[in-house]
T-cell receptor, first 111, second 114 residues
């Protein structure tokens, strides 16, 4: 199965950029997802990147993938209080859909 | 568009009582369905998945069971709840007519066993 490592907590000031890092073990990962979970809510698909890409930008979100180092990051520009949530990095190989979710990174945005 | 529903949103049950949580998906057909549990301070643990009606695979031994009586309905059950069953239960779907692996989650059910 896939092992994922993320920092447990990240605290940033409103308006600053946030960078959430993730390392994974399975080099056959085809899709790499980022999910967001607000308090008491389900998981929301935030963005994803294919393994043949290095970068993907979607408004305030930038995903960087270093496939050689098996490192994925999520950058949130101009972080807002509404970005406070837990963020899950979810790498997944192609084919059958089972994935492994780690504990995630809890992002706290300070007003 | 596809939507996924779970109910109830919150549930408080005594130890030893039965459980039934329901999940339904709209707007797609033949989805893969999943039940996860998220305990406090822990990641998501896959409990069951289903690739079709009546087809259930269990990932971890436990006193919970799952059933899929209809294509877009997934039910999580227990005959006798344990304290350790407390947690946040999430249902998810993938595939269906989109044919992709991306999982989409429901709003979750908060279960507290006292």
């Amino acid at each position: 199965g896939e092992d994922v490592e993320q920092s447990l907590f990240l605290s940033v000031r409103e308006g600053d950029s946030s960078v959430i890092n993730c390392t994974y073990t399975d080099s056959s990962s085809t899709y790499l997802y980022w999910y967001k979970q607000e308090p008491g809510a389900g998981l929301q698909l935030l963005t994803y990147i294919f393994s043949n890409m290095d970068m993907k930008q979607d408004q305030r979100l930038t995903v960087l993938l270093n496939k050689k180092d098996k490192h994925l990051s999520l950058r949130i520009a101009d972080t807002q209080t509404g970005d406070s949530a837990i963020y899950f990095c979810v790498p997944k190989a192609g084919g059958y859909q089972k994935v492994t979710f780690g504990i995630g990174t809890k992002l706290q945005v300070i007003p | 568009s596809q939507t996924i529903h779970q109910w109830p949103a919150t549930l408080v049950q005594p130890v030893g009582s039965p459980l039934s949580l329901e999940c339904t998906v709209e707007g797609t057909s033949n989805p893969n369905l999943y039940w996860y549990r998220q305990a406090a301070g822990r990641g998501l643990q896959l409990l069951f998945y289903s690739v079709g009606i009546g087809q259930i695979s269990s990932e971890v031994p436990q006193n919970l069971s799952a059933s899929r009586p209809q294509d877009r309905q997934f039910i999580l059950s227990s005959k006798k709840l344990l304290l350790s069953d407390s947690g946040f239960y999430l249902c998810a779907w993938s595939g269906g007519h989109r044919g992709t692996d991306t999982q989409y989650f429901g709003p979750g059910t908060r279960l507290t066993v006292l």
